[in-house]
Nanobody, 117 residues
């Protein structure tokens, strides 16, 4: 089992920045991808950003150039730096772990991000 704990959400004004953090613990072995997803009310959960074991990143078109994902494999953390936030970025943000070597797909409990003036 892998446990994920997110932090850093909150209420923020349009145009400002926010940083989300995800800490993983438990049975973490082999190679794994970490990612951030979000789900707004009435919408499906969507991928925001993912990062491979070697640091290859992938972003949703809607956040390209504004959001940046990083990971620290030694600390087992993955952060999401969100800049120039827009009201449409408001959602519950979830951290995700996907085991590549031994499998496993785990989610954090989510953290609310609200962008509003």
């Amino acid at each position: 089992q892998v446990q994920l704990v997110e932090s850093g959400g909150g209420l923020i004004q349009p145009g400002e920045s926010l940083r989300l953090s995800c800490a993983a613990s438990g049975r973490i072995v082999g190679l794994y991808t970490m990612g951030w997803y979000r789900q707004a009310p009435g919408k499906q959960r969507e991928s925001v950003a993912t990062i491979s074991p070697r640091g290859v990143t992938n972003y949703a078109d809607s956040v390209q150039g504004r959001f940046f994902i990083t990971r620290d494999s030694a600390k087992r953390t993955a952060d999401l730096q969100m800049n120039s936030l827009k009201p449409e970025d408001s959602a519950v943000y979830y951290c995700n772990y996907k085991g590549l070597t031994y499998g496993g797909d785990y989610w954090g409990q989510g953290t609310q991000v609200t962008v509003s003036s």
